[in-house]
């Protein structure tokens, strides 16, 4: 048998640390597991916490409402990702990039409106003159001979991935955070890409809302894996089992009071009184479900 210790509250990145030894063996949550349950799970963390899968009434897992996929991979960031600035003065026209988010740092928000300068090269076959200067400059640097150019034919044809509606962050310190993707734009491996099975963009912001309380948000600690100083990776995989309401089952009138309060939780990501809001509406979406 193996004994675990937890803390409680520190899973949401709240709350303060106990004083001492004393106040710790009395407040912290204590789990016992057996060695075959803990060869038999892919994430320890999860059981050392207590969570042992229980269901929740009106939850499914997000893979049963959208699908996922990293984001774009250029191989070459340096090179394939330019702003306005540099696209003009290499003579490149605007219409052969596209508008692109490169680092997860340039969205503030809960909402993606675009604005950003990132401009992804899309060359085809036949280049123009400045495009082949552009592409000679590249080959010069040996840019072919890298490993995910070397198997791309050209090399300089960018990776094809459809628009993703919603996006999740690779990185994050503590919860997973996710943003709708107003704008339409690309991004890079910064961010995966969620699309729904629904085209209904008053799901997409609704479930935006959903993934980004904290009810939901603390779950998805529980499906990435942890490095040091508490950094957090999730994969497109990782995804796959986080717990949302079944927004299939949520009335029109319900899921746009959601994509409402999405606008206001992104203009003021920390108010308590709005986060309490989004809590509550997925709990009211959850129970349409059941």
């Known amino acids: 048998m193996i004994t675990g210790w937890d803390w409680p509250g520190r899973e949401n990145g709240e709350g303060d640390w106990p004083a001492s030894m004393a106040e710790l063996a009395a ?30 009434p009106g939850f499914v897992p997000l893979a049963q ?28 026209d605007p219409a052969r990039c596209l508008p692109c988010v490169g680092r997860a740092t340039a969205v503030r928000g809960l909402i993606w409106r675009g604005g950003g300068d990132g401009l992804l090269l899309n060359l085809s076959d036949p280049l123009t003159p400045a495009e ?22 050209p090399w300089y044809a960018m990776e094809q991935r459809a628009v993703a509606p919603i996006w999740g ?3 994050a310190r503590g ?3 996710f943003i709708h993707n ?7 491996t910064c961010f995966h890409g969620i699309y729904p099975f629904s085209d209904d963009p008053l799901l997409h912001q609704a479930l935006v809302l ?20 508490g ?38 990501p920390g108010d308590r009184a709005r986060r309490q809001r989004a809590d509550e509406l997925a709990a009211q979406a959850a129970r349409r479900a059941y």
Not at 213 to 220: L, Q
Request: a positive charge; aromatic letters at 6%.
């Open 27 to 56: 407040g912290a949550r204590r789990v016992d597991l057996s060695r075959a349950q803990l060869a038999g799970a892919d994430k320890w963390e999860p059981l050392l916490l207590g969570h042992r899968g229980e269901a929740r």
């Open 65 to 92: 409402l959208a699908q996922f996929r990293r984001g774009i991979a250029t191989g070459a960031n340096g090179f394939f990702l330019l702003n306005a600035q540099k696209v003009a003065q290499l003579g490149i």
């Open 132 to 153: 082949a200067a552009y592409v000679a400059g590249g080959e010069a640097d040996g840019l072919p001979s890298r490993y995910i150019l070397a198997h791309r034919r």
């Open 169 to 171: 962050a690779v990185f």
């Open 175 to 177: 919860a997973l955070r």
């Open 182 to 188: 107003a704008a339409g734009d690309s991004s890079l």
């Open 210 to 229: 959903c993934l980004n309380c904290d009810s939901v948000r603390a779950a998805s600690r529980m499906h990435g894996r942890v490095y040091g100083g």
């Open 231 to 268: 950094l957090n990776k999730f994969e497109p995989n990782d995804l796959k089992g986080l717990m949302v309401p079944d927004l299939r089952l949520a009335d029109r009138a319900l899921l746009a009071e959601m994509a409402a309060h999405l606008v206001l939780l992104d203009a003021a």
